[in-house]
Nanobody, 123 residues
Framework: QLQASGGGLVQAGGSLRLSCAAS????????MGWFRQALGKEREIVAT????????YYADSVKGRFAISRDNAKNTVYLQMNSLKPEDTAVYYC??????????????????WGQGTLVTVSS
């Protein structure tokens, strides 16, 4: 089970840090991803991190502004979001995929999802 938190209202240029806490003892065996879905749009990849934390992937739209990290001892994955823009407004979801050497970015490849946390960036 995944529980996302940390969303809120922030002005453009501001920062937020999202957290996703996982229950269970196998968190360290899963690649983790952050996705987002804006109103009226499809869910899209934001970032992924490998089960070891050694490899990360970012969507072009967030490269250089967002950073994904994980703490396997705390069963938690984070998304640090800096220089936020109004177009970052969306519900953000964390998701898990069993560890793989392949970088999965399609939401349909992830079997476990958190409930989502709303991020609103005002201009």
């Amino acid at each position: 089970q995944l529980q996302a938190s940390g969303g809120g209202l922030v002005q453009a240029g501001g920062s937020l840090r999202l957290s996703c806490a996982a229950s269970g003892r196998s968190f360290s065996n899963y690649d983790m991803g952050w996705f987002r879905q804006a109103l009226g749009k499809e869910r899209e990849i934001v970032a992924t991190i490998s089960w070891t934390g050694s490899f990360t992937y970012y969507a072009d739209s967030v490269k250089g502004r967002f950073a994904i990290s994980r703490d396997n001892a705390k069963n938690t994955v984070y998304l640090q979001m800096n220089s936020l823009k109004p177009e970052d407004t969306a519900v953000y979801y964390c998701a898990a995929h069993y560890r793989s050497s392949y970088v999965y970015t399609d939401p349909s490849d992830f079997g476990s999802w958190g409930q989502g946390t709303l991020v609103t960036v005002s201009s």
